[in-house]
């Protein structure tokens, strides 16, 4: 693991994750992510996206059963793992490449949304019942407003945007 290329993707999943089973008895999911910068466009003083970036992804596994279990189309999502490049030859003959991101880490990201969470035993598995209750967050969420970002406070000119002028990004 020491030469992989090691990335962190923060997107929302295209789709469902799709699981399956391979030949060897395996369980692999494989879905997609979708990341989209953007950029503040100072002379239209608004919030413009760039090109997107759509990035197959796999997971293996214990893994792979926790993402198709807990995460679903739209879901926003922080993963990181190593990328790879295979060739194929499509039925036309052509050869192609891709770039696919073998998972290692994932979950939701907290800045738009909430997530309960379950801890799994090492020894039990995920669908096995644990002899531990599930952790569950402590501290509440604010009140939901019209602003999604208002839970975060006023961060006022120490914010880094803010003290450039640029207005905090409402989007995804």
């Not at 239209?44 to 059963?65: H, I, S, V």
């Not at 020894?123 to 644990?130: D, E, L, M, V, Y």
Request: with cysteine; aromatic share 6%; glycine share 8%.
């Amino acid at each position: 693991m020491a030469n992989d290329t090691v990335i962190t993707v923060v997107g929302n999943l295209t789709a469902d994750p799709e699981l399956r089973t391979v030949a060897s008895g395996a369980q692999v999911v494989n879905f997609t992510i979708a990341s989209t910068s953007r950029t503040f466009d100072r002379t239209t003083q608004q919030w413009k996206d760039g090109e997107p970036l759509y990035l197959r992804c796999n997971a293996w596994q214990r893994l792979a059963e926790h993402i198709a279990q807990s995460l679903s189309k739209g879901t926003r999502v922080i993963a990181q793992g190593r990328l790879h490049q295979r060739s194929y030859i499509t039925q036309q003959g052509e050869k192609k490449d891709s770039i696919e991101l073998a998972v290692d880490e994932i979950g939701p990201s907290l800045a738009f949304a909430t997530a309960q969470v379950e801890r799994v035993s090492r020894a039990t598995g995920f669908n096995a019942p644990s002899s531990s209750a599930p952790v569950r967050s402590a501290a509440p969420m604010a009140a939901p407003t019209s602003e999604p970002w208002a839970a975060y406070g006023d961060f006022g000119a120490s914010d880094g945007a803010a003290a450039l002028g640029v207005p905090e990004d409402p989007g995804f």
